[in-house]
């Protein structure tokens, strides 16, 4: 499709919500080959550790492959050449991308949905733990943020076995501050696992900046990546990035709400 036959710019909040966003921001090389995105006022596309000028999010595309990005009209970036298909890189690049597709449309999810006093809680389960743990008021709306975030993998009711699990997990969100003892299936790039396991390690009833995570984390200049790998988070509470608060200790946003925010470090305060 050519570039003018594009309809309507992308969504700056969908897109920093967008897991491949913060691998974009961290410069990640260790994503480069699995997507590509692209800059609707540049017109080039890149790989996701391009050290060009980072792109506003409204003007940036996604794309599985360097065809998808080309027949879209754009043009391989000329800093990080994305189209040099028989490099080495590439092709090793290119067969990691092929592995990695074709495990995630394997990926099956068990889901379920359970009620705390913050609302409903949407669980979804992997073979090897919890991937995903969503809040919000509407059922629908839950599905079909938890398919946005995981657009290859299959859905299935999970039915009387995941009940327990959505008890537990309910529980938690009512009472964040006792020990948690469950396998995560944390899905992201290397650097947004850096930061979630840097979340997983502030004690209940205290918060960090997100400069302060950075700096836990060995990258003291990646604070903006900080923050969209926080906005990226698919485990709410279990990755408690309510936790983690502007420099001056105002609450900064939410992806389920600042009052829900708000509501999880009060009780996690008085405990």
Known sequence: MPIHEITGAPDALATEHDQRWSAVVA?????????????????????????????????????????????????????????????????????IQSRSSAARTRTVLQVAIGESSLGLVLVARSAAG???VLLGDDRDALRRDLRERFPLARLVDGGAPMSELVAWVTDFV????????????????????????????????????????????????????????????????????????????????????VERKRALLEREAVV
Not at 37 to 61: D, G, Q
Not at 231 to 243: E, S, Y
Request: hydrophobic letters at 35%; a positive charge; one cysteine or more.
């Open 27 to 95: 410069r990640d090389a260790a994503a480069d080959g699995t997507f590509y995105y692209s800059v609707r006022t540049t017109r080039v596309y890149c790989f996701p550790s391009c050290a060009a000028r980072l792109a506003r999010p409204e003007n940036v595309h996604f794309h599985a492959t360097r065809e998808d990005a080309e027949l879209a009209g754009f043009r391989p970036c000329k800093r990080c050449k994305p189209d040099r298909g028989t490099s080495e890189r590439q092709r090793a690049t290119d067969e």
């Open 130 to 132: 919890i991937t995903a």
């Open 174 to 257: 009512e009472s964040s501050a006792r020990d948690l003892d469950v396998p995560l299936d944390m899905r992201g790039t290397e650097f947004q696992r850096s930061v979630w396991t840097a979340l997983r390690e502030i004690p209940a009833g205290s918060t960090a900046s997100y400069t302060e995570i950075a700096k836990r984390i060995g990258r003291p200049n990646s604070v903006r990546a900080v923050a969209q790998a926080c906005a990226a988070n698919a485990l709410a509470v279990l990755v408690p990035c309510h936790r983690v608060v502007r420099s001056d200790g105002a609450l900064s946003g939410y992806r389920w709400g």
